[in-house]
């Protein structure tokens, strides 16, 4: 599985990313962030298409956990990832149900549950945590949820708000 570390970015996709749509943080006065692009499949790494909100929610609170976990501006990007997260969820427990038996379905059933967890709970000891938590349980349900949408048939694979 990618991790977003694992995407290419180009100044192309950036200012194209920043022309299309305003990043949803950029009036708490945070940096956009650049355009992800996934890798090529040839490579052998598995691209997801992010939407534009999520791609940028994801990267904002990697920031603010680094560099401002307590801040006031934690508290909504934390609830667009959850709200990420609880749209998604359907479609990536149909996925995980349509692996085979095998550790990678373990694994991501455990993710699963690992999500279905945090939605209960809004505590969390560390901010810090707690925005790299969301963020990355985020990543982790669109890509099983993108993963489903893709074998639907006449569908396309991508959430439409």
Known sequence: ?????????T??????????????NQDLGLVPPRGLVPMD??????????LPALSADIETA????????????????????????SQDLRDAEK???SLPCSRRRDIADETLRHASQ???????????ARLLIHAKLADHVHRYAQAHRATLPGQAAERVR
């Open 62 to 85: 990697q920031g603010l956990a680094r560099w401002s976990p307590r801040g006031p501006t934690t508290g909504p990007v934390v609830e667009r990832l959850r709200s990420h997260i």
């Open 11 to 24: 100044p192309e996709s950036t200012s194209r990313a920043h022309a299309v749509s305003p990043h949803p």
């Open 95 to 97: 996925y995980v149900a």
């Open 41 to 50: 499949p040839a490579s052998g790494v598995q691209g997801t298409t992010y």
């Open 118 to 128: 945090v939605l209960v709970r809004k505590e969390c000891p560390s901010p810090a």
């Open 1 to 9: 599985m990618a991790s977003l570390t694992e995407h290419v970015r």
